[in-house]
């Protein structure tokens, strides 16, 4: 069987306002669908609406009841057509599983009104008293980390024409290795203000685990990490070298050009391993908070 009922836009619009109309037009189209998919051949029924039986009549009244009338006409003649091959019993269990499913939705407690809650001036001091001390010494351990980042990637790594090859109208290098840290950039109290307020809930009073908020570092390890980048970005440049002065001389410019294109993709995974180290061994970054905040444990 194909179910044909017509549902008007506009009364989707109006379910919001009859809220027990789910049980009975909607509950039609379902029982219809799935219950009578295939009717027994002694029960078919000749498919005309226009000769409906007065149980089929009933059923359809009952369906209609709660739909808005200025829906009912475009509503009846689906249902009508839906419901028309149907047997007395099988009509029956139909306005029966309706009549139990209105029972129950008559059953069903009212949902509780939903009341907004605003966090009140004493529930942002107790948020603010948890993040903002720690946000100020991560935020301090993030300058800390920049300074000693930059200062060491330019002591070690290789400066801007070191590795490189050129002359009248051509030149062949490796890359600068940047690997610039701007962790702690922004202003504190921009962070603080900003940050802080703009990841604070509003809704109430909550209890953060910023366990995992780094307000320190290893120096040791993180110059360890820079100084092993550079040896391999030093490593590199000189292997540019070995095979691009040959080229050159033969004037093979574009085997140079192949190879200096090799030799800066070769730094990709030296910027990747390196950035893992960052990663793993340095502060992180003030995401770290906004998770935090965003899980924390509402206070009853």
Not at 33 to 60: C, N, V, Y
Request: include cysteine; charge should be neutral; aromatic fraction near 8%.
């Amino acid at each position: 069987m194909t179910t044909n009922l017509p549902i008007p836009s506009t009364q989707v619009a109006n379910t919001a306002t009859q809220p027990r109309m789910r049980f009975l037009y909607p509950l039609a189209a379902v029982c219809v669908a799935a219950e009578f998919l295939a009717p027994s051949s002694g029960e078919a029924q000749t498919g005309d609406a226009a000769k409906l039986r007065p149980d089929q009549e009933r059923a359809i009244t009952l369906m209609l009841a709660d739909i808005d009338p200025a829906m009912r006409t475009a509503a009846r003649q689906g249902l009508a057509r839906s419901i028309a091959h149907l047997g007395e019993a099988q009509v029956a269990l139909m306005v029966s599983k309706m009549a139990q499913n209105k029972a129950t939705a008559a059953a069903e407690p009212e949902p509780a009104p939903y009341t907004e809650t605003v966090a009140t001036p004493e529930d942002i001091a107790f948020m603010k008293a948890q993040y903002e001390p720690l946000m100020r010494k991560h935020h301090a351990a993030q300058v800390e980390f920049d300074k000693l980042v930059n200062a060491k990637v330019t002591a070690l790594c290789p400066a801007s024409g070191v590795y490189a090859r050129f002359g009248a109208g051509w030149r062949h290098e490796l890359g600068e290795f940047m690997m610039e840290s701007a962790l702690g950039a922004n202003n504190v109290e921009t962070r603080v203000t900003v940050a802080g307020e703009a990841y604070m809930p509003k809704d109430g009073r909550y209890k953060f685990d910023f366990s995992k908020v780094k307000t320190s570092f290893d120096k040791a390890a993180v110059e360890a990490a820079i100084k092993t980048a550079c040896d391999k970005v030093h490593a590199t440049g000189k292997a540019f070298l070995a095979k691009v002065d040959p080229l050159v001389a033969k004037e093979d410019w574009d085997g140079a050009y192949k190879a200096e294109s090799a030799a800066n993709y070769a730094l990709e995974p030296i910027r990747a391993e390196l950035q893992a180290a960052y990663d793993r061994i340095g502060p992180g970054d003030i995401g770290v908070f906004q998770l935090a905040m965003m899980n924390g444990a509402r206070v009853k």
